[in-house]
């Protein structure tokens, strides 16, 4: 099994950053991607960026590309979302997730594993 605890979520006026941390423990991660996603009150649960553990290949949104980073560190292994820019439309819910490779590993059913999820918020 995997276990992943978000953390990092917070309050910050719109054009400021925040770095979203999530552990990960369980199995090895060699073949695994994680990946974040965002859900905001009344709406669907929506993919934000994917790393694969091995080789750190990563893929983001389109309405997040330029403005957020997600990596990752193997020695504490942890995923981090690094969010800057961030705008009103940012808030939400962040969720991390885990779950075997599938080649695209950007819906939200490709994932097996969740944490609790860290609130954003961003003000206007």
């Known amino acids: 099994q995997v276990q992943l605890v978000e953390s990092g979520g917070g309050l910050v006026h719109t054009g400021g950053s925040l770095r979203l941390s999530c552990a990960a423990s369980?199995?090895?991660?060699?073949?695994?991607?994680l990946g974040w996603f965002r859900q905001a009150p009344g709406k669907e649960r929506e993919f934000v960026a994917r790393?694969?553990?091995?080789?750190?290949?990563?893929y983001y949104a389109d309405s997040v590309k330029g403005r957020f980073t997600i990596s990752r560190d193997n020695t504490k292994i942890t995923v981090y979302l690094q969010m800057n820019s961030l705008k009103p439309e940012d808030t939400a819910v962040y969720y991390c997730?885990?779950?075997?490779?599938?080649?695209?590993?950007?819906?939200?059913?490709?994932?097996?594993?969740w944490g609790q999820g860290t609130q954003v918020t961003v003000s206007s």
């Open positions: 997730a885990a779950g075997v490779y599938t080649g695209r590993s950007y819906l939200a059913s490709e994932y097996n594993y």
């Open positions: 369980g199995r090895t991660f060699s073949s695994y991607v």
């Open positions: 790393i694969r553990w091995s080789g750190s290949s990563t």
